[in-house]
């Protein structure tokens, strides 16, 4: 199998091929997955042969990297989000390498459309038309946008308390909604079980191979963009999938030769969904965790790729912190009015992370900031921090007034 994609436990290191129906390594998966992270997380590996055509940045092309070929991917631009230094905030601050990679562009406005493309792909190589997932909202948009422009149908379970955007964006791509009087986790586990019952592929996050493979697409890009050594990227966690991709990403371009060393990854939770932060730090995987965050898209109890993010995590000596709900609103506003990117709270947790880390950053390391979806998604959080001004009457001296602008 030395010149095709297989697949490698992250685990026990067993080696596979790749197959329509192989999620997890048969060998540690557990039978009953409810409410845990998963044991057995398989990853993709790359042909050893892709060293050879060594390819300079400029001239790749991410589908010779990817293990479903071109022909099967839909015709949406995924990817290729924007890398945008900010300049502002470079020059408040007294750092002068601040990059903010904004995958709100993305078509479905996140970045978990680098995990649907591909799963999306892969269900067309394998002709399977219906796909059923869990998310929080995100992942349930980017499958439904995703598979209607791919002609697949999906079955979303998600928990009813998801952002209402995020719901009519499934709703308006034709996505059979099915919200759940529950959390994510429990939405998490009845999407298996459907899965189970009707043979239809699971895109639920790190369980299907795709959704980490997919994830590593912008690691590829940010040196493409930057075609330079990169000292640090800040992610936000939650399943740690977005995490354990980025990470994926690097080792995978370390491995053709294209970089030389890996940037520190610091991985950001909110205070009030801490689970990798706690297993990475203290080694405690706590089962009976409850999560509680304003980040919805980062706010689970047991992270299901807890066991791989903190693996790789550790391989790339990189580290967790955490902030609190106040901190993310506090710089979702201040990245809106000083780049012009609005993202989502869960994405502004990056910018959080690295006010928290900065202690440990030199002000000319290059520094990334990855804004992993659009602020649109959710404006009721948006919301707590501005406030509407009431309407006045349209009388111009009134206004000129009010504003103290003559
Ligand atoms: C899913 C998501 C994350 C976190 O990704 P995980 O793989 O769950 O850690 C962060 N930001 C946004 C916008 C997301 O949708």
Known sequence: ???????????????YAIKKDLMLCPLCRENDL??????????????????????VFDAFDIHDYLPVERKYFPSLPVGNTPLIKARNIEKESGYSNLFLKFDGTNPTGSYKDRASFLVSAFANKFKLN???????GNAASSMSGIAAAAGQKTFIFLPSSAPKAKLIQCLQYGATLIPIKGNYDSAFDLSLKFSAATGYLN????????TIEGKKTASFELISQLKKDIDFVFIP???????????KGFLDLNFLGLIKRIPRIIGVQSKGS?????AFNRNIFNLNYKAST???????????NGYSAVNSLKRVNGDVILVSDNEILMAQKYLSENSGIFCEPSSAASYAGFLKYRANIRTKDIVVMML???GLKDIESAQKIVKLPEPIEPDIDFILKKLRVR
Do not use: W
């Open 294 to 304: 304003i980040a919805d898209s980062i706010s689970v109890d047991a992270a299901r």
């Open 237 to 247: 966690v939650g399943d740690g999938v977005c995490l354990d991709g980025v990470i």
């Open 1 to 15: 199998m030395k010149n095709r994609f297989t697949y490698i436990c992250e685990s026990c290191g067993s080696i």
């Open 203 to 210: 895109r639920n996050t790190a369980y299907n191979p795709m």
């Open 130 to 136: 219906n796909i059923a997932l869990a998310s929080t």
């Open 34 to 55: 409810e409410g845990k992270p998963l044991k057995g997380v398989l990853k993709v590996q790359l042909p050893a042969n892709l060293k050879k055509n060594k390819k």
């Open 372 to 374: 992993t979806g659009h």
């Open 274 to 278: 801490r689970f990798i932060y706690d």
